[in-house]
């Protein structure tokens, strides 16, 4: 069975600082590995990593995905209190049909303090 | 960019009725629409994968006949809660792929059975 896990589960720091999100994978066929930040509604796309070693970046976020040991991480640098959310890493396997279920950790709720 | 909606938002029922939520790709063919749930403080829960034209695919515990899938076209699916029970109440989100591995997801509906 697929499994996703992500630490730390909770997370609480204050403006400024640096965060960062922990995600390992367990998936058959892996193929690659998605990242959204959840607010108060649906989750938002932030990144797809499919390569190892390229980090993305957007702003003040990158991320990294290390297949070797099967893991990525999402880093969070200056945080500011709207960075405060959950943030869902989301393992996605190859599929010969069109239909690519994602399995998804946990998430991280993040709290950026003022 | 891919947009889903949603409707409704946000719905209050009584115990024992049905209600249907709608999920539609505004400026996209979706060939693969998912249904997740999701309770306060969890992660998504996949439900079910919907294919236009076929039967949903259902995980393992859900049950299809309390949860009523149909993707008639390739831009709308719907789920019907039917006979709805307060252990229904949660944040159900759809999410829609064209042919990619990206999924977007829609805004979700807040479902609270009274």
């Known amino acids: 069975e697929d499994k996703v896990v992500q630490s730390p589960l909770s997370l609480v720091v204050h403006e400024g600082d640096t965060v960062t999100l922990n995600c390992s994978y367990e998936v058959t066929n892996f193929r690659s590995l998605l990242w959204y930040k959840q607010e108060k509604k649906a989750p938002t796309f932030l990144f797809m990593l499919?390569?190892?070693?390229i980090e993305k970046k957007s702003g003040r976020l990158s991320s990294i995905l290390d297949k070797k040991e099967l893991s990525s991480i999402l880093n969070i640098t200056a945080t500011q209190t709207g960075d405060s959310a959950i943030y869902l890493c989301a393992a996605v396997p190859i599929s010969s049909g069109s239909a690519r279920q994602l399995t998804f950790g946990s998430g991280t709720q993040l709290t950026v303090l003022p | 960019g891919a947009v889903v909606s949603q409707h409704p938002s946000r719905v209050i029922c009584k115990s024992g009725t049905s209600v249907k939520i709608e999920c539609r790709s505004l400026d996209f063919q979706a060939t693969t629409m998912f249904w997740y749930r999701q309770f306060p403080k969890q992660s998504l829960m996949l439900m079910a994968t919907?294919?236009?034209?076929?039967?949903?695919?259902?995980e393992q515990g859900v049950e299809k006949d309390k949860f009523l899938i149909n993707h008639a076209s390739l831009t709308l699916s719907t789920l019907t809660v039917t006979s709805a029970h307060p252990e229904d109440s949660s944040f159900y989100i759809c999410s829609a792929t064209e042919q990619g591995y990206e999924q977007y997801f829609g805004p979700g509906t807040r479902l609270t059975v009274t």
């Open positions: 919907s294919n236009e034209g076929s039967k949903a695919t259902y």
């Open positions: 499919t390569s190892s070693g």
